[in-house]
Structures are given as structure tokens and as C-alpha cells.
């Protein structure tokens, strides 16, 4: 099923043209079904840190990123870029940079409550899964819509809306068989330079993507039931 994709620029202030949303509404024993199933595979994602090498699909990548470029977004602005990253090279520059700013961070610059809260995960500066994983999904937020012309148009709520997108993205991974891990080196700025990205855009998360290795563990965690999540008033 081919999907049309439109090409977007922002508006001025023009009104969107509305257009009818019929979808087919689910019965409800099916909408049941799938929201217990869904449950049911979403508690089985877990961030894993050991990749094999493994090469993975690369359309359902691509159609995991599709996914992700669907989520609500502060004024429709869409302010995010996802950059797909195979080269072996790039991703060794991308590790080197990101493990020498983790040395730093776990020399100290964390400071010290974060770094006990770290603790229990087993976590370091060491990070083999940018290069591990055969493929790293980098993620930028754009601050501000850049134009041909170097004209700008402000953005709203782009922290906010690439971290849905974000979320969108994992959950599309996983539902697809891949595994994933959320790395958040600070600061970020070297991603830039590396992948050459534009002024308006900073960097928010690298995304290691790939299948688990033969020998991968997770911690035993255990995770807050709905009644400790949910409230209803």
C-alpha cells in the first residue's frame, strides 16, 4: 500500500483547508482485543545496550521513522529530522565524541545524585552500541523553520513534540522487531558537526537500532503498575 506523502512548507497564516475524517469505527470486543494486545507487547520492550551486527531491514526503518513523523506537533510544525546513519565510519566518529563527553560527565560532571542514580543500571562512559548496532537513528529538533533564503518562522513546543515523536518512534520499532536504546550524550553538539546538520537544528537523542545480541541482558527492572501510573477523578 503506497502511502502519498505531501510536501510541506509553513503556512502564513492561511487556514488549512478541511477535509472529511471518516475512519471505520472497531467494534468494541475488537478494540478490546487489540488494546490488550497491545499492552501486552508494550510491556515487553526493554532498552538494550548489547546489539548484534546483525544488518536489519532497512524499509522497516524507513517506515518506523514514517511512524514517528505522524505524531502532533505545536502548530503543526513538525519540527524534527531524523537522521538515518549506516556509514561504519560515521558511526565510529559519532562514538568516539560521544564517549569522550561521557568521560567527562562520569568523571563528574553529572554530579554526584545523578551518577547514584546511575548506579544500578551498570551504565559508563563505554558506549559499543553506537557502533554495535548496525544502524543509528539520530534525532534533531528544529528551534526554527529555516528557509532557502535564511528567512526564519518560529516553532512552538518543539520539546515537547519531538519527544512524542520520539516516543512514536520506539514504539514502532519495537512492534516491529527491533530493539532500540534511547542515548542522550551531553552536550550534543558534535552530532552536528559530524552529520553536518543546519544552525536551527540541535540535537536530541541517538538511536541505536538493531536486534539484541545472542548474549544480551537487561537489568530485572520493575516497572509502576497502572494503579501507581493512573488516577481517576
Same mark, same amino acid.
Given at each position: 500500500?503506497?502511502?502519498?506523502?505531501?510536501?510541506?512548507?509553513?503556512?502564513?497564516?492561511?487556514?488549512?483547508?478541511?477535509?472529511?475524517?471518516?475512519?471505520? !469505527?472497531?467494534?468494541?470486543?475488537? +478494540?478490546?482485543?487489540?488494546?490488550?494486545?497491545?499492552?501486552?507487547?508494550?510491556?515487553?520492550? &526493554?532498552?538494550? !545496550?548489547?546489539?548484534?551486527?546483525?544488518?536489519?531491514?532497512?524499509?522497516?526503518?524507513?517506515?518506523?521513522?514514517?511512524?514517528?513523523?505522524?505524531?502532533? +506537533?505545536?502548530?503543526?510544525?513538525?519540527?524534527?529530522?531524523?537522521?538515518?546513519?549506516?556509514?561504519?565510519?560515521? !558511526?565510529? &566518529?559519532?562514538?568516539?565524541?560521544?564517549?569522550?563527553?561521557?568521560?567527562?560527565? =562520569?568523571?563528574?560532571?553529572?554530579?554526584?545524585?545523578?551518577?547514584?542514580?546511575?548506579?544500578?543500571?551498570?551504565?559508563?562512559?563505554?558506549?559499543?552500541?553506537?557502533?554495535?548496532?548496525?544502524?543509528?537513528?539520530?534525532?534533531?529538533?528544529?528551534?526554527?523553520?529555516?528557509?532557502?533564503?535564511?528567512?526564519?518562522?518560529?516553532? =512552538?513546543?518543539?520539546?515537547?513534540?519531538?519527544?512524542?515523536?520520539?516516543?512514536?518512534?520506539?514504539?514502532?520499532?519495537?512492534?516491529?522487531?527491533?530493539?532500540?536504546?534511547?542515548?542522550?550524550?551531553?552536550?550534543?553538539?558534535?552530532? +552536528?558537526?559530524?552529520?553536518? !546538520?543546519?544552525?536551527?537544528?540541535?540535537?536530541?537523542?541517538?538511536?541505536?537500532?538493531? =536486534?539484541?545480541?545472542?548474549?544480551?541482558?537487561?537489568?530485572?527492572?520493575?516497572?509502576?503498575?497502572?494503579?501507581?501510573?493512573?488516577?481517576?477523578?
Amino acid at each position: 500500500m503506497s502511502i502519498p506523502i505531501g510536501q510541506w512548507t509553513p503556512t502564513h497564516g492561511e487556514p488549512y483547508r478541511p477535509v472529511p475524517y471518516r475512519p471505520v !469505527r472497531m467494534g468494541v470486543e475488537e +478494540s478490546v482485543e487489540r488494546a490488550a494486545e497491545l499492552r501486552e507487547r508494550m510491556a515487553e520492550r &526493554r532498552t538494550v !545496550r548489547r546489539f548484534s551486527a546483525d544488518p536489519v531491514p532497512e524499509r522497516v526503518v524507513r517506515d518506523a521513522i514514517a511512524c514517528a513523523a505522524t505524531a502532533p +506537533s505545536g502548530a503543526h510544525q513538525q519540527p524534527w529530522t531524523f537522521v538515518l546513519v549506516k556509514d561504519p565510519e560515521v !558511526r565510529r &566518529r559519532i562514538r568516539e565524541a560521544a564517549e569522550e563527553e561521557e568521560r567527562l560527565s =562520569y568523571a563528574g560532571r553529572l554530579g554526584e545524585e545523578w551518577l547514584a542514580a546511575l548506579r544500578p543500571l551498570g551504565t559508563d562512559e563505554v558506549k559499543p552500541h553506537l557502533t554495535d548496532a548496525p544502524a543509528l537513528i539520530v534525532v534533531f529538533q528544529q528551534r526554527y523553520w529555516l528557509g532557502e533564503d535564511g528567512s526564519r518562522r518560529k516553532h =512552538y513546543y518543539v520539546d515537547e513534540s519531538v519527544g512524542i515523536a520520539v516516543g512514536m518512534l520506539l514504539s514502532a520499532l519495537h512492534l516491529s522487531g527491533l530493539a532500540a536504546l534511547v542515548h542522550t550524550p551531553s552536550p550534543m553538539r558534535f552530532l +552536528s558537526e559530524v552529520l553536518g !546538520r543546519p544552525v536551527n537544528e540541535k540535537a536530541f537523542a541517538v538511536i541505536p537500532v538493531g =536486534y539484541p545480541a545472542a548474549d544480551c541482558e537487561v537489568p530485572d527492572l520493575v516497572r509502576k503498575s497502572l494503579d501507581q501510573v493512573l488516577k481517576e477523578v
